[in-house]
């Protein structure tokens, strides 16, 4: 699998598997588990490139058009 990431303050993009979302929510658990801190963030998770195109495209044109 090609798996391609995209990061920005705290906001991930990429695309992946459910086993990928579970790795990271195991790797923010053990965290917790240990008290560290967890920083705030936001991951969107897509099953391939894409619907990330499509969610970006149709979000990008939704605002071109006026649309929220």
Request: with cysteine; charged share 30%; proline share 0%.
């Amino acid at each position: 699998m090609n798996k391609k990431l995209i990061k920005m303050k705290g906001v991930t993009i990429c695309n992946d598997q459910v086993n990928g979302f579970f790795d990271r929510a195991r790797v923010a658990a053990q965290k917790a588990d240990r008290g560290e801190i967890i920083e705030k963030s936001i991951t969107f998770s897509f099953e391939g490139l894409r619907q990330i195109n499509i969610a970006l495209l149709d979000a990008h044109g939704a605002d071109l058009m006026g649309k929220s």
